[in-house]
């Protein structure tokens, strides 16, 4: 019912910047939030930015002062601006998003994930 495509993902060296894309479409009534999880290899996926519907915000400690996270309700889009990329930050990055179908379901969705990958 809901479909997430992330874009944006690539290779930088340190210190360089990537911002990643999140559209969702589908029979979406409204998006409670949508945030940014990223996944290393031999690691859990994690949280890294979550956004509200009224634009709070949260950061994982590894992201603050370097990634900002923000939203366009009216396109269902969110967005993920990553400065001072650390060889750290290597990971897929996931899109999620809360939301509630026209149908007034309760949809847990994802993307399929974009690789970012920060050379030293």
């Known amino acids: 019912q809901v479909q997430l495509v992330e874009s944006g993902g690539g290779l930088v060296q340190a210190g360089g910047s990537l911002r990643l894309s999140c559209a969702a479409s589908?029979?979406?009534?409204?998006?409670?939030?949508m945030g940014w999880y990223r996944q290393a290899p031999g690691k859990q996926r994690e949280l890294v930015a979550v956004?509200?519907?009224?634009?709070?915000?949260n950061y994982a400690d590894s992201v603050k002062g370097r990634f900002t996270i923000s939203r366009d309700n009216a396109k269902n889009t969110v967005y993920l601006q990553m400065n001072s990329l650390k060889p750290e930050d290597t990971a897929v990055y996931y899109c999620?998003?809360?939301?509630?179908?026209?149908?007034?379901?309760?949809?847990?969705?994802w993307g399929q994930g974009t690789q970012v990958t920060v050379s030293s």
């Open positions: 999620n998003a809360d939301a509630i179908s026209k149908t007034h379901m309760s949809i847990r969705a």
């Open positions: 589908g029979n979406i009534f409204v998006i409670n939030a």
């Open positions: 956004i509200t519907s009224a634009r709070s915000t």
